[in-house]
């Protein structure tokens, strides 16, 4: 049998190309009959989807079996919202980083090829003097670099490479070695990305649930929650500015009114030796700021996984200054809050998209904009890293608040007695030093 040219091997080898099969004339259609082998295959993924069904059925129900058993303690039911939301932020975190390793690896990958391509006349003659000189050909169809590798190998330990050949056949084995190992450390990757896709979805569904159930309490205990609802957004219409949209809802809505009534009345917690009491957040019960918002600098998290894209001071884009920070998000991240504090407005407010505004005592604010949904009501006392909306899959806000309208954006400003302050010094630096609600 004669050999195959070695052109037709590497072109076939490295360009991954069946070339074969492209010159082999397709057959006429014509009925199959189904194999026992085909028909035991369907039956098996048949099986197998049954089990996925019974196992999600499983899942759920004991999702509600464990919901129902926290019952009306409040505690535990935020320690729970705190908990799975920092599970699903924290993975959140593991697949942006998992996704920025693999363009890295994927842009290596793709110029090792680009070289191996660039170099196919070397190859060529490498593989050929191979072909000649060894005791055994090389394989006579090449369709991976872990084949041509092989080859390689082979042919060196063989003692069957010439001195002047064997640098060269070295440096190919070397970069086509590399490529190989890299090729394995990409397949990882991916599969680590596949098995943390795979957990976010089972905590997004369990937060999904701890979510409804909270809401569901809260709208036992308000009954006009609705109403109240509707009536701040017909209230937010009024006004123009975030400044006035405050004013409106803590004197004109019930419920904003009783909560910011309540967060005046509060007064500054008690301070350890002239420092925040810290242990206080441990408290999963409280209805008030474990600490006061004034000595919080230092120790509030982000309320959501992202880049800062434009910070407090510079330009907004249009000639003016920027009143907060905008941090470019993953699509749907959790948002979480950054401080404890009574929900005043919750819902869309002009170029903001959906706004959620805290009252978080002492003359504090906090406004976070930008979100697809809110999941908290207006007249809410909230936890710190306690989950209150969801980002959408592009962004929400105007084009002045984000730098690219392409992806989701999120705001955040802080106010003290109406005006808007550098919220920099509040944030924690670094992950310990966090306060957790």
């Known amino acids: ?20 099969a492209a010159q082999t004339p397709l057959p006429a ?15 098996q993924e048949l099986e197998a989807t049954r089990a996925q069904q019974k196992s999600a059925a499983e899942s759920q129900t004991k999702l509600k ?6 019952g009306q303690d409040r505690s535990k039911l935020n320690q729970q919202l705190i908990d799975v ?13 998992t996704e920025a390793r693999l363009r890295t690896l994927d842009g290596r990958e793709q110029r090792m090829r680009d070289s191996l391509n660039s170099r196919r006349s070397e190859i060529v003659e490498v593989l050929a003097a191979l072909q000649r000189a060894g005791r055994r050909s090389p394989p006579a169809l090449l369709v991976r670099p872990e084949d041509a590798l092989q080859s390689l190998r082979t042919a060196m330990l063989l003692g069957a490479v010439v001195p002047e050949l064997r640098a060269r056949a070295e440096s190919l084995a070397t970069d086509l070695g590399e490529l190989v ?64 949209l405050i004013a409106k809802m803590e004197q004109d809505l019930k419920s904003a009114a009783k909560a910011a009534a309540t967060a005046s009345q509060q007064g500054a917690p008690n301070t350890v030796n002239g420092k925040p009491n810290l242990a206080a957040f441990k408290d999963r019960s409280r209805v008030s700021p474990a600490i006061a918002f004034a000595s919080a ?101 105007a084009s002045i608040l984000a730098t690219n309208a392409s992806q ?8 003290k007695d109406g005006t808007p302050i550098d919220p920099g010094p509040w944030w924690a630096a670094s992950e310990g030093e966090k306060v957790r609600g």
């Open 408 to 415: 989701p954006v999120l705001y955040v400003e802080f106010r």
């Open 1 to 20: 049998m004669s050999a195959v040219p070695l052109s037709f091997v590497l072109l076939a080898g490295f360009a991954g190309a069946d070339l074969v």
């Open 181 to 244: 190992n890299l090729r394995k450390h990409i397949a990882g990757e991916r599969d680590q990305l596949a098995a943390d896709r795979d957990k976010i979805r089972g905590d997004q569904t369990r937060l999904a649930a701890l979510v409804a159930e909270r809401q569901r309490q809260q709208a036992a205990v308000e009954k006009d929650l609705e109403a109240e609802s509707a009536r701040a957004i017909a209230l937010s219409k009024q006004v123009g500015d975030l400044q006035s």
């Open 297 to 397: 600098r230092g120790l509030l998290p982000l309320p959501v996984n992202g880049t800062k894209i434009r910070d407090f001071g510079g330009s907004d884009g249009v000639g003016g200054v920027q009143k907060g920070i905008s941090l470019a998000t993953r699509p749907s991240a959790q948002v979480t809050t950054p401080c404890d504090g009574w929900v005043v407005y919750a819902g869309p407010f002009r170029s903001y998209g959906q706004l959620l505004i805290l009252n978080a005592g002492g003359g504090y604010h906090v406004l976070i904009a930008g979100m697809e949904r809110i999941s908290v009501n207006i007249g809410q006392f909230v936890l710190t890293g306690e989950p209150v909306a969801t980002m959408g899959s592009t962004s929400q806000v």
């Open 29 to 43: 259609p014509q009925a199959v009959a189904v194999s026992p082998e085909a028909l035991k295959q369907r039956e």
């Open 85 to 97: 939301a920092a599970q699903v932020r924290g993975i959140e975190s593991k697949v942006s980083d």
């Open 65 to 70: 079996a464990d919901i129902a058993a926290l």
